[in-house]
């Protein structure tokens, strides 16, 4: 299970992005994210929330 508030590097590897994505993401605002002092996380919510909105869900068969 991932902690609560998840870093750059940690949130990059449960999307399996690099880093640089989810810095580019969180420069154009993508991807919501807290900053505590200088230090920038993610909510494992918010990550599980984006993986969620991106499924595509499959097209139904039509039986003959």
Request: contains cysteine; hydrophobic residues 50%.
């Amino acid at each position: 299970m991932l902690p609560e508030l998840l870093t750059i590097a940690e949130a990059a590897a449960a999307l399996r992005l690099k880093p640089s994505t989810i810095r580019a993401w969180i420069l154009d605002r993508r991807i919501p994210f807290c900053k505590i002092g200088r230090l920038v996380r993610i909510r494992r919510a918010d990550v599980e929330g984006l993986i969620a909105a991106s499924v595509i869900p499959s097209k139904a068969r039509v039986s003959q």
